[in-house]
């Protein structure tokens, strides 16, 4: 088997997380937003899950969401950051969404509030989390989709194309959401559902936004990013290709989050299952109360 490409310099994220973490819930707005919708969706579920894990957890936020609902029992944070770690409150792991820790069938339930888009194998830390899961488990996680930050990413390819000739990565490769579902099938959950929500969000400046990028901890980590600072020239025409491209009335500048939300469920044999082709007991036509017209046929004909 071929090594998964490394997208992702994992020892810079984690050392920018580090540097961020004494205060990380003042920029945590899109983790509390993510952390009460999975909150919600929890709450409303008829089970009990007695082991729960929170990978990539960051400062524990979503752990603590969760934690008081009635169906979460001992709920793991997971997070491979030392100082955001340090964050978390109950049970806690030093580890990698790459690397889980936990044995086959562990868990009864595992969330992931916004880590996910930043592992360089998405499948395979989905495999890891669905082999961690017990028959009928939940995994409940939200990860950013294809068009965050797509204003940042269109102003910083058409500034370095015209001032420097070429251009480099600025924003990472997020996953679409028509590639959701496909990625839960793959790694072999049941019911698969991803349903996607875009936010947006205005700055002052476009480098208002990037100083909020900065101080997540998000900032540029993919392995191909340039390695020397940019030209003053180059951040001075993204910025004005932004505010000419994107700007509003109002004078500031809108950034785009979408979330993706993933909900799947280990294979179970309780779990329900589609019909067998040509078991029906009805056709379509007569449930519907219409006519059924061959192929090729037109109503009136």
């Keep these: 088997m071929t090594e998964p490409p490394r997208i992702f310099d994992r ?35 008829q089970r009990e899950f007695a082991v729960a894990a929170n990978i990539g957890a960051y400062h524990g936020l979503l752990s603590r969401r969760l934690r008081p609902l009635p169906n979460v029992g001992l709920m793991f944070d997971v997070e491979l950051s030392p100082r955001l770690l340090e964050r978390c409150e109950g049970p806690r792991l030093a580890a990698d969404e790459e690397m889980l820790p936990f044995a086959d069938a562990t868990l009864d339930l595992v969330v992931c509030g916004l880590s996910l888009q930043f592992v360089n194998d998405l499948p395979g830390a989905l495999l890891q989390i669905r082999r961690a899961l017990k028959p009928d488990g939940l995994f409940l996680a939200a990860m950013l989709g294809g068009t965050t930050l797509t204003e940042l990413r269109q102003a910083f390819l058409a500034a370095e194309a015209e001032i420097e000739g070429g251009a480099s990565p600025h924003v990472a490769p997020f996953t679409d959401l028509r590639d959701a579902g496909a990625l839960l099938q793959r790694a072999g959950f049941a019911l698969p559902v991803a349903d996607g929500d875009t936010v947006r969000v205005t700055y002052a400046t476009p480098f208002d936004l990037m100083r909020e990028l900065r101080a997540m901890g998000a900032t540029n980590a993919l392995t191909a990013r340039r390695r020397t600072p940019l030209r003053r020239a180059t951040l001075m025409r993204m ?22 939300t993933l909900t799947a469920w280990t294979p179970h044999e309780s779990q329900p299952k589609p019909l067998r082709p040509g078991s029906a007991q009805m056709r379509l036509a007569e449930a519907l109360g219409t006519r059924e017209l061959p192929a090729g046929d037109k109503p009136g004909e």
Excluded: H, M
């Design 11 to 45: 020892e810079i994220l984690i050392r920018r997380r580090d540097r961020v973490a004494v205060s990380a819930e003042k920029y945590d707005f899109l983790l509390a937003r993510v952390a009460d919708d999975l909150a919600e969706r929890l709450a409303i579920v």
């Design 239 to 260: 910025a004005q290709i932004y505010n000419e491209r994107f700007g509003l009335p109002n004078g500031r500048v809108p950034a785009t989050f979408e979330i993706l």
